[in-house]
């Protein structure tokens, strides 16, 4: 049973920028369910995109900002094309030592590596599925184009980009009843009024949302061909971003 979440129940009189640490790492996988509305949906779908269209042998799949691993493993339950391998990459030491030992009590049989450093400085070769799941949002905006942009150049014809990020909004009703949404979400999922705060207080300057329509532009001028709103939950949304195909790269499965 993974450990609850408390690092922001008591007070704090100054409350410092959010970072991976130990802490995080311990606590991460309880965290991020309590905090994100439809993140077990994200990650179970992530299974069903691997296995639609991790359809090339020999592809690659990345799990960019991988924090544990959910979404690499989900990817591999879903994989079902020959010779396809899972690429699993964070940036915190922390989060890669127990997401390696997360990996390495699975079962299941689709070669995962994993492994720390930066996502910009990755290289992304022989793509199929790239997932980043929340991890966009801590790039400084300035470096976001070119990040998607190395995806794109470095995905197969017919690959997917699974994008899920916070969003925000222009106008300021829509952004404060998402907000306020958000917060009740995370108060039902059971943190006080004093952590959803000081939580909110840490991430302000470090997790920087944008708006849908910020990341639709960008994903098309970087020549993604067609993209889709698969999943959005008050401030929360996930984008599927697809490269075209002149072939028919997607393989239905069996049955």
Not at 15 to 22: G, I, T
Not at 51 to 74: F, H, N, P, R, W
Request: hydrophobic share 40%; glycine share 6%.
């Amino acid at each position: 049973m993974e450990p609850k979440d408390t690092l922001y129940s008591d007070y704090r009189e100054r409350v410092a920028d959010f970072v991976f640490d130990d802490a995080v790492a311990a606590v991460f996988d309880d965290m991020i369910r309590r905090s994100v509305p439809g993140y077990a949906t994200v990650i179970a779908m992530t299974k069903v995109f691997a296995e639609q269209y991790a359809a090339q042998a020999g592809s690659v799949c990345y799990d960019l900002g991988c924090s544990l691993g959910a979404s690499a493993l989900a990817m591999r339950k879903g994989i079902i094309c020959p010779g396809c391998r899972i690429i699993a990459v964070d940036n915190s030491a922390q989060m890669v030592k127990r997401c390696t030992e997360i990996v390495a009590l699975d079962k299941g049989i689709v070669p995962v590596e994993v492994f720390q450093a930066d996502i910009r400085d990755v290289p992304i070769k022989k793509a199929s599925v790239v997932v980043m799941n929340f991890t966009l949002q801590f790039l400084s905006p300035d470096q976001r184009d070119a990040m998607i942009q190395k995806i794109y150049d470095g995905l197969r014809p017919g690959g997917v980009l699974l994008l899920s990020e916070k969003i925000t909004f222009e106008d300021a009703d829509k952004q404060a009843f998402e907000t306020d949404m958000h917060h009740e979400f995370k108060k039902l999922m059971g943190y006080s009024d004093l952590e959803v705060a000081q939580k909110r207080k840490s991430l302000e300057k470090v997790l920087l949302p944008e708006t849908l329509e910020a990341h639709k532009n960008r994903l098309k001028k970087s020549g993604f061909a067609k993209t889709h709103l698969w999943f959005q939950c008050f401030n929360f949304m996930s984008l599927a971003a697809f490269k075209e195909s002149t072939t028919a790269e997607r393989r239905k499965p069996p049955g």
